[in-house]
């Protein structure tokens, strides 16, 4: 008995700490996003392919944005962040194009119960392809509420029109796009109008620069650091120019993206990793 008592005693010195209490537990995110589909990997076992999906966790709830090119990919990075398709509660799709909507059919077959936002102005072929699968859209116009503190902008005309999320954390706005084709400094601008604040904390996704030359992504740059744009992921259609010109401006603030990628809100900081897997690299 005197042994075991020894024991115990010896044991629990090792979990305090240097004063003699216990270790703090570790902080809960606040947000907690994703990214599932990206044409860059943010590590090896996550493969890359053109097109944009990240997974928003945020008071309980989850939004699937955007949906990627590849439903086969999706699916295998969804199961190897060990995350089931049944606790999405929402699917925001931006914009018409398949690298952006062809996945949402197939996590749609996988949990019929998720809710899902297609802009009103989606060709018929993917209100079609919907129905075939029993999905009933809701066809998004104007801005709205996905759930608590999620809102998406609405109908953002470009070439296609997009919509673009909004989270409101406790630092400031989170900013998702999918892939900017009305402009990136425009969808921050309605995203600014709309809620009613200056700054954006983070903002990430496809910037659509890849064509772009160094004059022109330099101006959008400097556009945006004036709207207060405090941190970025360009990602997807951003263009490698793009990044590099952004993580000179940007510096820390600018965020490599990737299939894989995973940044936490975490007592007010950014927390930047990348996402649990079911198999480890060799």
Request: aromatic content about 8%.
């Given at each position: 008995m005197k042994t075991v008592t020894l024991f115990f005693c010896a044991t629990s010195l090792l979990v305090l700490s240097a004063t003699g209490e216990p270790p703090a537990k570790r902080a809960k995110p606040e947000l907690d996003i994703r990214i599932i589909?990206?044409?860059?990997?943010?590590?090896?076992?996550?493969?890359?392919?053109?097109?944009?999906?990240?997974?928003?966790?945020?008071?309980?709830?989850?939004?699937?944005?955007?949906?990627?090119?590849?439903?086969?990919?999706?699916?295998?990075?969804?199961?190897?962040?060990?995350?089931?398709?049944?606790?999405?509660?929402?699917?925001?799709?931006?914009?018409?194009?398949?690298?952006?909507?062809?996945?949402?059919?197939?996590?749609?077959?996988?949990?019929?119960?998720?809710?899902?936002?297609?802009?009103?102005?989606?060709?018929?072929?993917?209100?079609?392809?919907?129905k075939g699968v029993k999905m009933k859209p809701h066809r998004v116009k104007g801005p709205f509420e996905v759930v608590p503190g999620i809102f998406s902008t609405g109908v953002v005309e470009g070439l296609p029109p997009e919509q673009s999320l909004v989270i409101e954390t406790s630092k400031g706005m989170v900013m998702l796009v999918g892939c900017s084709h009305p402009g990136v400094v425009k969808l921050v601008e309605t995203a600014q109008r709309q809620r009613q604040k200056k700054t954006v904390r983070l903002l990430m996704g496809g910037f659509h620069m890849h064509r772009q030359g160094p004059?022109?992504?330099?101006?959008?740059?400097?556009?945006?650091?004036?709207?207060?744009?405090?941190?970025?992921?360009?990602?997807?259609?951003?263009?490698?120019?793009?990044?590099?010109?952004?993580?000179?401006?940007?510096?820390?603030?600018?965020?490599?993206?990737?299939?894989?990628?995973?940044?936490?809100?975490?007592?007010?900081?950014?927390?930047?990793?990348?996402?649990?897997?079911?198999?480890?690299?060799?």
């Open positions: 589909f990206d044409n860059t990997s943010a590590r090896r076992n996550y493969l890359r392919s053109w097109g944009f999906s990240a997974l928003i966790d945020f008071r309980g709830k989850r939004v699937l944005f955007d949906a990627g090119s590849d439903p086969i990919l999706l699916l295998e990075h969804l199961k190897k962040m060990r995350i089931d398709p049944k606790t999405i509660d929402h699917a925001v799709i931006s914009h018409q194009h398949g690298d952006h909507l062809r996945g949402v059919y197939w996590v749609f077959e996988k949990n019929p119960a998720m809710k899902v936002h297609f802009l009103d102005r989606f060709p018929d072929e993917a209100f079609r392809r919907a004059e022109k992504i330099g101006a959008t740059i400097a556009q945006l650091q004036d709207l207060n744009v405090q941190s970025v992921v360009p990602s997807h259609c951003s263009g490698a120019l793009a990044v590099d010109l952004f993580k000179t401006a940007y510096g820390k603030q600018a965020i490599s993206a990737g299939a894989g990628r995973r940044i936490q809100l975490i007592d007010g900081q950014l927390k930047v990793s990348v996402a649990e897997t079911d198999k480890q690299e060799n």
